[in-house]
């Protein structure tokens, strides 16, 4: 008997393409692949797609426009801004006063792609893993579970998130950094259409806490670069400004992690790289399904090129480099420099970007997805930011930290 409880079924199968992992990367590629007329398999090593979740489901609006996506299928509540709290407890409130966000229901978005994809012809084996692979003249895959046996393909696609078995197989990754997260779902007071941010190195090391309200619940999570998460989570739903607001008592805790190193290039011989797996997220948040799908529609259309004979797989590397190379670059340093940030450095930054004049320019720039747009926004009017805060306090907060790291 297999160890799902029934004898395997053995599987010895060629596909044009094989795409380790049925989550939103791996199927969005399947289905746009498939509907181009290709054969494409998926091998999901859980029983259902979309299942167990571990995310908050934030969505900006513009991103899933982009990537071709009606998001608000999937919506369950509609975000206009954010409450920054820092660990003095400093509060900066930013709105447009319009849908800026939305939170969704994630494991119906990946179920819903998952069907699209078999909708167009792929074929998905769930409860299959993939336990290891081998490219000489051709990638082949070994999986176990309901269907047991191997998969060759003319192209691998390493879609299985953070840990990527395929990224390490075949020697794109050494060393793999994560920010390890945990999150639950409670009843609590919340505004209805604010997401709230919680800053600083003793509630959630190197990374935030947030609290994101989905209209009936709140999620409320944290990451943390050092330790485990899921004691640090407990403290947080205990601190004053989170206890005194719960309604009901906290549903099951889920962890996950968000990958922060790059792997040493998302291609090679025959085999790319696409979502977590590439480490395809934003640096400052790690908000990764819209860079996902953004990257993974890059690749569907480079391997159709390539398996059609016109073109390398060189050019995904080179077109993501394109799309999102500064943002991962820049946003990677900026995530560095506020890694390390004191406490006490948090506060002043806060209070800093609560300067009516910065503020003001935060807000006129702020991109939810595209966090280098806002970055550049801000530089451009850095003088008349100076201009409005002391230039000591600028130089202290801002170079003092960059010049430590
Ligand atoms: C706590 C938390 C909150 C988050 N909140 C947000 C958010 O609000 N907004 C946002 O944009 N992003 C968020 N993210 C990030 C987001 O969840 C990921 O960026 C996104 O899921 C990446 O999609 P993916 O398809 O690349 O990988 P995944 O979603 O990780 O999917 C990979 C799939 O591969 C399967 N798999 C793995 N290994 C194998 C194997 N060997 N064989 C077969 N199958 C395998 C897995 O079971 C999984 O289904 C959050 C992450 C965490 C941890």
Known sequence: MGIYGHRPTHIGMRADILVVGGGPAGCFLAGSLAKRGFDVVVVEEHPEIGKPVSCTGLVGVRGMREVGLKIENFALNELEGGIIVSPSSEILELSRGRVEALVIDRAALDRSL???????????FRNTKCVGVKIEDEPTAYVKGKSSGEIKSELLVGADGPTSLVAKKTGLVNKREFVKCAQTEVSMEARENMVEVYLGQRIAPGFFAWVVPTGETVRIGLGTRRGSPIP????????PPIANRLKGKPGRVSV?????TPPRSIHSNRVLLVGDAACQVKPLTGGGIYFGLSCAKIASWTIAEVLGG???LKDYAR????????????????RRIFEELPDEGIDELVRIFGNPTVREAVLKHADFDHHLRSLRGLVRRTPLIIGSISVRKFVRTILGSLLNV
């Open 114 to 124: 998952g069907e699209r994809a078999e909708e167009w012809g792929a074929r998905i």
């Open 232 to 239: 640090k989570l407990y403290s947080f739903l205990k601190s």
């Open 256 to 260: 996950g992690l968000i990958p922060l």
């Open 310 to 312: 016109k073109g390398k």
């Open 319 to 334: 077109r993501v480099e394109r799309k999102f190379g500064l943002e991962f670059k820049i946003g990677r340093r900026v």
